[in-house]
Structures are given as C-alpha cells and as structure tokens.
C-alpha cells in the first residue's frame, strides 16, 4: 500500500510540472526558425526589386521551410521572450551559428571587448555586478531594461564613466531601432546624461564625462536604460549582451575633455531625449568607432545650487 501511494504520488508530481504549452515551439525550433530569419533578412537586402517585398517573401519561406504558421510562430516568440533566460541562450546559439557560418566565408571574428578583462577596482575599473544579458521585445511591458548602481567610497567627484555592451536585432522588417541612456545622479540632486541610438549589431560605448560644473559634487548613484519603441505590428527582438561599466577617475582634473560646446542645459522636469536620425544601414565596428556618426552627447543639469556635502574620506 505505502509503494502504490508513492507511485501515485510520484505521477501527480510529474503531471503537475510545469512545461511548454501545446502548439509552442521547442527552443531548438525556435533557433532554427530565427536563424533562418536572419539570413532571409540578409538575402533580400541584396535581392533585385523592392525590400519590403523581399523582406516579406523571404521570411515567409523560412516559415514555410519549417512548417510552422506565422500565428504559431507569432505565440511562441511571446512565450519564449517571458523566460528571457532561455531566450538569451536562443539568441546566443543562433548569433554563434551566424558567426560560424560568416567564418566559413572568410568573415574576420569580431574582436572580444577589452573593458571585461578590468578588474573591479583601481583608477580604471569595471563595476558592472549586474546580469550580463537581457532581452527587450518591443511591447508595454517588456521594452525597457533599466539599472541604477550606488556609489560607495570607491567613487570620487569628477568621475566619468563608461557603458558598454553588444546588442543583437532581429526583427519582422528589419526597422530596427532602440535607445540607450546613461546618467549619474550627484549629491544635489542634479542629473548628468548622455544617450545614444542603437540601429545595428554591434558593439555600443556609451560615454558620460563629468560636466565642469559638477567636479567638486560627490556622486550619488549611476543610472541607465536600453528603451525599444512599440512597435503596433509585426515583432522585434533586442538582445543584449556582456554589460561593462567602465569607471575612470579623474586623477588630474586637465586631461578630463570639458563639457562640449553643443551641450543643452535644461531643467530634468522637462527632459525630452534628443537623439539624432541616423541612415539604417549595417556597419561595421571599426567603422563606427571611428565616424560615431550617430553619437550625441547631451549633458543634462537640473539648475539647482550645489550646497556644501562633506567629502568622503
């Protein structure tokens, strides 16, 4: 008797786990499908004839070829994209196989970023203690990933940062779009920020100096967001990986570059990001490193006085 109500209860225990709903795709399906979407995507950018068509056609063969509806299709990427642990992995797996097969062609490797091998303290460090990867879906409730890190005594004033991550696209239309904000909250409650567009894959660096007026002002915390616009059809996806915070101090305060001269000085309260429109078309790193023609840097102070704060010791 106490063996069969062991068995019984071993049965409702595995009945009762939870796991993928019917008609969801598997995570290896899922891979295959979004892999196959991203080289559709690439296929008819140099395709003869009109994009968006191309864009549409292909991408509906790679549905095809699998067997699986847009509407099935459409419901598991919702599905996936609530674990977005396993969908990090997805993404991660299909980036490594699109790297392998870019490889094969003579594709030179991206080179790995050099921030991640700071250490966590010292003049120059990487204070990034947070998750290395999130996904963004642009809906109302998955399309913003925001952190805020404290300072402690390690932070000095004058201190300028740096954020840096990869991001990934993957999208219906290829209308990939996202916005990355950086800022650091002073003492006085004042607010320094910088933004900056995402529209392609590559690997992003976000940087903040400290504004002239605000050297001697002991810094409160740091702030940032990755944003995605809703889209109202169609589906997009923003992978984001290997988060740095980059920290620097500011040792002698001539070699900090001033504040730029096109810098807007306006009250927080009536903030409204002013991002610049910029081509969408594929680049590479080393291009972008060396143009950043769709940076812009804008250093924003609530106008409030800088009362006296004790120095940390």
Avoid at 154 to 160: C, I, Q, S, V
Avoid at 185 to 213: F, H, K, M, W
Wanted: glycine share 4%; hydrophobic share 35%.
């Amino acid at each position: 008797m106490k063996r069969f109500c062991f068995l019984l209860l071993s049965v409702l225990l595995v009945s009762c786990r939870p796991g993928r709903p019917s008609g969801i795709l598997s995570e290896g399906a899922m891979e295959d499908i979004l892999l196959d979407y991203h080289l559709a995507q690439a296929m008819a950018e140099v395709q003869p004839g009109e994009l968006q068509e191309n864009r549409y056609l292909l991408t509906q063969a790679a549905l095809k070829k699998h067997r699986v509806t847009e509407a099935q299709f459409d419901t598991s990427l919702v599905y996936w994209c609530r674990n977005s642990e396993k969908m990090v992995k997805i993404c991660e797996r299909v980036s490594k196989r699109l790297t392998y097969m870019a490889e094969s062609q003579g594709v030179e490797r991206k080179e790995k970023s050099p921030y991640s091998y700071l250490a966590t303290e010292g003049d120059t460090a990487n204070v990034w203690n947070l998750r290395e990867n999130v996904v963004i879906i642009p809906n109302v409730v998955d399309n913003i990933y925001s952190f805020s890190i404290d300072a402690d005594s390690t932070y000095y004033p004058g201190d300028y940062f740096m954020w840096a991550f990869n991001t990934q696209f993957l999208s219906e239309d290829n209308n990939d779009e996202a916005y990355a904000l950086l800022s650091v909250r002073y003492d006085n409650d004042s607010i320094a920020g910088t933004g900056q567009r995402l529209t392609s894959d590559r690997q992003v660096e976000v940087r903040l100096n400290c504004p002239s007026g605000f050297r001697d002002v002991p810094i409160r915390s740091v702030e940032g967001t990755i944003y995605m616009p809703v889209r109202s059809s169609g589906f997009g996806i923003l992978a984001v990986s290997n988060f740095v915070l980059v920290h620097y101090h500011d040792l002698s305060r001539e070699h900090v570059a001033e504040t730029p001269s096109d810098t807007i000085v306006v009250d927080t309260a009536s903030v409204v990001p002013l991002l610049p429109d910029t081509v969408h078309t594929r680049r590479t790193p080393y291009s972008i490193r060396e143009g950043q023609a769709d940076k812009h840097t804008i250093d924003i102070v609530k106008d409030k006085p800088v009362r006296a704060v004790r120095r940390r010791r």
